[in-house]
């Protein structure tokens, strides 16, 4: 009774130590692939950044303007020639 | 649509005004390089100078050949690999604001089903975060490069118009722009005498309180305000994790990250559902 209490008890530590060490493992290559692809991460982040202020500012310039959207160049075209 | 007209007519902006910009940039290298020795050399006059360049070789390295300005012109050399990002990061840019939402509806549906609506929901409060903090930045960066610009055309500081420009674009990045701003200001001023550099010098500091103390308090009180010290050490740690590139965008990464964290795990993990929790530094 005691040694199988022994030996369940061995299995449950070694898996923890398992699970542990993958967890471990696992942050760690994250780590580096963070390391080493920071520069394109940070060139992605700057173009959602430049999408942001473009959009931004596309939005403002059509509330402005009344621009239209895309689709109805045809009617603004007629609207303006007329 | 819109986007691509925009994006145009900013195109033809940078290609007119490109030439101009070149030159005076060039003449500006050249007279930095000029103020630098001339620095040196009056330096080189007084005792405590020299005994301070003897013991700090860095020092005498910079004042005497102008090192300084080598090593920031062999920042640029890499010319290509620079043109190649920018034309990089013009690109996914242009497509991710055209269509924002396919790459977002992308992006989420790598996520599970239960969780896809809230993740919507932050995306789009760090992307509202994002554009105020970049209003406020552009205004900002307006004011103090014109602000500049016109305080060293009245002090008769030469190259007005170029130092102005570069504290606009160097104001992009907050608290160490302005300074780093300053450097060439006050050496181009100290070509023309010391009391010039003095007088540029005492411009860039009231400037800089006028910005810190009127300016940004008034532009954070309608986009994003960030805690001072959170963006220092973002700054600070980014800076040294990914040098130039980590330091340029480390403040809008600050405020985006301030977001996840407040909705992801204050709210969603730790259940803290505080107005103060919730306010994810913007106050609109």
């Not at chain 2, 090192?67 to 990089?88: C, E, I, P, Q, Y």
């Not at chain 2, 973002?234 to 965008?249: D, E, K, V």
């Not at chain 2, 204050?266 to 803290?272: A, C, F, M, N």
Request: glycine share 8%; net charge positive; aromatic share 8%.
């Amino acid at each position: 009774m005691g040694f199988d209490f022994m030996q369940s008890d061995l299995g449950t530590f070694a898996r923890r130590v398992c699970v542990a060490v993958g967890i471990f493992a696992l942050a760690a290559l994250l780590l580096v692939l963070l390391w080493y692809a920071s520069e394109v991460l940070l060139l992605v982040f700057a173009a959602v950044l430049l999408a942001v202020f473009l959009r931004g500012l596309g939005e403002m310039l059509a509330r402005l303007r009344r621009f239209p959207r895309a689709g109805h160049w045809a009617w603004w075209w007629r609207r303006s020639c007329w | 649509m819109v986007v691509a007209a925009l994006l145009l007519v900013m195109t033809l902006g940078v290609w007119l005004l490109a030439p101009a910009v070149a030159a005076q940039t060039d003449e500006l290298g050249q007279s930095l390089a000029q103020s630098i020795q001339q620095l040196g050399a009056q330096l080189g006059r007084y005792r405590w100078a020299q005994q301070l360049m003897a013991e700090a070789p860095g020092l005498g390295e910079f004042t005497r050949t102008s090192h300084l300005f080598s090593r920031v012109t062999g920042l640029f050399s890499t010319t290509l690999g620079v043109v190649a990002n920018v034309v990089l990061v013009a690109f996914i840019g242009l497509y991710l604001a055209i269509k924002p939402d396919l790459y977002m509806r992308g992006a989420i549906r790598l996520l599970p089903i239960g969780r896809r609506a809230r993740m919507r929901e932050v995306l789009s409060e760090a992307g509202d975060t994002l554009r105020h903090w970049l209003i406020g930045r552009v205004i900002l960066m307006l004011l103090n490069g014109a602000l500049t610009a016109l305080g060293l055309w009245l002090l008769g500081t030469p190259l007005a118009l170029t130092l102005g420009i570069l504290t606009g674009l160097l104001n992009f990045i907050p608290n160490i722009g302005p300074l780093l701003a300053g450097i060439p200001a006050v050496l181009i001023a100290w070509t023309q005498s010391p009391t010039q550099a003095l007088y540029v010098l005492l411009l860039y500091l009231v400037l800089q309180n006028l910005d810190g103390y009127v300016l940004t308090p008034l532009v954070q009180q309608r986009t994003v305000a960030l805690p001072p010290a959170l963006t220092i050490l973002a700054q600070l740690l980014l800076g040294i994790l990914a040098g130039t590139l980590g330091l340029l965008l480390a403040t809008p990464i600050a405020a985006a990250a301030l977001v996840f964290v407040k909705r992801l795990y204050l709210e969603d993990v730790l259940g803290d559902h505080r107005e103060e929790a919730s306010s994810a530094g913007t106050s609109e």
